[in-house]
């Protein structure tokens, strides 16, 4: 079973989705004239935009920042500490360099699908709601395809990503407690369902606070890290450089294996393109699509650059990536425990227990917003919280490793191709929407507004922008 997946990867992966991904990204960074280099203040400053509110009476709504938070709970999770782990021992460190290519260039990529989600969003009883399949629907109108969509996504996230961050979470407590896998997956699922029963705003609020607290506590670790071995940072920083050119071999193979492993677990980082954070960008209340645009493409930069990039220096400076019994979780652990003590795995257990379970509540509002387009029966959305937020995390907790992230990159490269062929569709209305905003900017206008007037052709599919 986990060899014809292997091999269904390796075909996905090595001969379609890595050239498509850079491909899009690159002419997305192009086509919105680099707005991921250029706007990064405007993104900080959106962090604190106010919740623009409605008139539906009972309405409540997410914020810019709530949104940014669930979206980087799900992206800062097991791929930054695991992920880029295994990046590392099986494509050699040349894999963070394509980690960060991808990122860079992929945040456009995020940008255009975001702005997407959030023009094409609907009223919902209790928030708003939206993402790929409202888009595929409304803008391409192929039903059949956002259907595809909102199986597979539902597929990727709410089943096959939370199996992964239970699996971690639990190799993370045997490894640095001794605790067994079975107690600790029993105590996940428990208090996941606890939390995805309360639905989205339970889940923006958890986030919110969970997000913050981990991502800077990690943050500070590494730096104190770097700083302790600056001396080796010159020597590190080349050898990420050389091994991604294949100037120096690397672990798993030569440059196919180093670009194809950096690309991969970059994009489960970072999940630019892939079609899961527009969901939860639909959710947010703001004035203007393109501010949702520009605060995604702000969490992908924070993922990767930051977040995977404490956890590749820290294993690099170790020097344990070359063992080649060491992988996932337990190498990054064993690379902290290398440079702080004793300490450095219980540390990791903590933070992984913080950033994947985040992901697991994140993931699973991703299943839900789908669940949602394709049904309103309440049976149907209650048996998935009860697989997303039980059965799949304690399947998780008692899988192998390699299993579990094989059907992952699996249903990942199913996932992105779907969305790609969306938003590479619909990618004009993006444009002229960040046009438009930029426009107004140059105008003095502060908080730039959109009205589906402004698109005429769409003014009908166009729910939210009255």
Known sequence: MNELITELNDVLWGYLLVGVLIACGLWFTWRTRFVQFRMVGEMLRLLGDQVVTSHQQGHRHVSSFQAFAVSVATRVGTGNLAGVATAIAVGGPGAVFWMWMIALIGSATAFVESTLAQLFKRHHSDSFIGGPAYYIKKGLHKNWMAVLFAILITLTFGLSYNSI????ICNAMQQAFGWSPL????????????IVFGGIHRIARVSSILVPLMAVGYFLLAVVIIVMNIGQMPHILRLIVESAFGLEQAVGGGLGATMMNGIKRGLFSNEAGEGSAPNVAATAAVSHPVKQGLI?????MTDTLFVCSCTAFIILISGLYQSPEMNGIVLTQSALQSEVGAIGPVFVAVAILLFAFSSIIGNYYYGEANIRFMTDNRWVLTIFRIFSGGVVVMFGALATLDLVWSLGDLCMAMLTACNLIAIV?????????????????RQGIKEPTFHRSQLPELAEELECWD
């Open 165 to 168: 961050q239970a699996n971690t």
């Open 296 to 300: 995604q493409a702000l969490g992908v």
């Open 183 to 194: 107690w600790v997956g029993l105590a996940l699922a428990t208090l996941a369902l606890l």
């Open 425 to 441: 569709l619909l990618g004009r209305y993006a444009f002229r929407l960040l046009d438009d905003y930029r426009q107004q900017k």
